[in-house]
């Protein structure tokens, strides 16, 4: 059963700002609801204020111009999917938005939203918190079920995979995130947004409980050749295995520089700086893309024995 809570509506960002407290718990932010809500059914979380910002017109819209292309956070991501000047110049940001999520859930979902989801973590959905352990400290996931947990970055305490999609091809065309807050406003790369956590009060991205992201900025993907890819166990929607985004910026057939993001893998989006480093200066083939292949998984460390 869902806690009491106050729900609040401010229709500008100072305003929902202001309502926001400084330590998370108190007050969470309600935008499309699609994670949100799930969770406090479940009493994983129990904000004591619901500040919902769907009547913010400023979190709205896309606009294209010097930087790139704005996008509001608040734009569902059945909107994006739908955008011709997205889908012409952003194609793997394009595929990834049509897979992520069932049609229905795609026309309420925000882009601010899925980029900010919580874990699918089984242990973490049931209550035992980010980084779940026992009542003697020994680390659950370790020790019980872990087969779609991290095999990159799960050498400290979290063991959840990151669980956005869209966040691999963002990062692959080199997004940056817009946040503002009681402190003003700041602009933060999305590859630097997301972060491991070492203790259960920390969140696994960059932002304070009195901000709220604004805006998803995504430069010129000119001359840029890119890709999304998606492993599920079963045609119809399901959580990913694994992504792969793929961004390249070609001289002819000769890569001159390479953005690889895998998702689903790590706790956070996970850019392979192997699999960068081999392609650059190479010539595509089929080669080249095993190898680098490879070079992606080479330092990939399965939780523990009992995932097998």
């Known amino acids: 059963m869902m806690r009491a809570f106050d729900y609040v509506s401010p229709s500008t960002k100072v305003e929902a700002i202001h309502l926001l407290e400084t330590r998370w718990g108190k007050t969470e932010v ?12 479940d009493d994983v979380v129990a904000p004591m ?14 606009v294209s111009g010097r930087e790139g292309l704005g996008i509001g956070a608040l734009n569902t991501l059945d909107e994006l999917a739908d955008n011709e000047e997205l889908r012409r110049n952003y194609p793997a940001l394009a595929d990834a938005l049509v897979d992520v999520a069932s049609t229905q859930i795609r026309n309420v979902a925000t882009l601010g939203g899925n980029l900010c989801q919580r874990p699918r973590c089984w242990y973490f959905r ?16 370790s020790e019980g079920e872990n087969r779609y947990h991290a095999i990159l970055g799960n050498d400290g305490p979290a063991k959840f995979v990151s669980p956005s999609t869209i966040a691999s091809a963002l990062i692959a065309y080199g997004a940056k995130i817009r ?60 959580w990913p295995l694994a992504v792969a985004a793929v961004a390249l910026k070609m001289n002819g057939s000769r890569v001159l520089s390479a953005r690889i993001v895998m998702g689903h893998v790590a706790p956070v989006p996970w850019r392979s700086a192997e699999a960068e480093q081999l392609l650059a200066g190479s010539i595509i083939s089929e080669e080249t893309a095993r190898r680098a292949g490879e070079a992606g998984v080479k330092n990939a460390t399965p939780p523990f024995a009992q995932c097998l």
Request: hydrophobic share 40%; no cysteine.
């Open 30 to 41: 309600l935008a499309g609801g699609t994670d949100l809500v799930a969770l406090m059914k």
């Open 126 to 141: 049931k209550g035992f918190g980010l980084l779940p352990k026992d009542e003697a400290g020994k680390d659950l996931v």
């Open 179 to 238: 946040i503002e807050g009681s402190n003003g406003h700041r602009e933060v790369p999305l590859n630097e947004f997301y972060r491991i956590p070492k203790t259960d009060i920390e969140r696994e991205y960059d932002l304070r409980a009195n901000e709220i992201v604004t805006e998803i900025v995504i430069p010129s993907a000119q001359d840029v050749k890119a890709a999304h890819y998606e492993v599920r166990q079963k045609e119809a929607f399901d």
């Open 49 to 62: 204020r619901l500040v919902n910002i769907k009547d913010i017109k400023e979190l709205k819209g896309i």
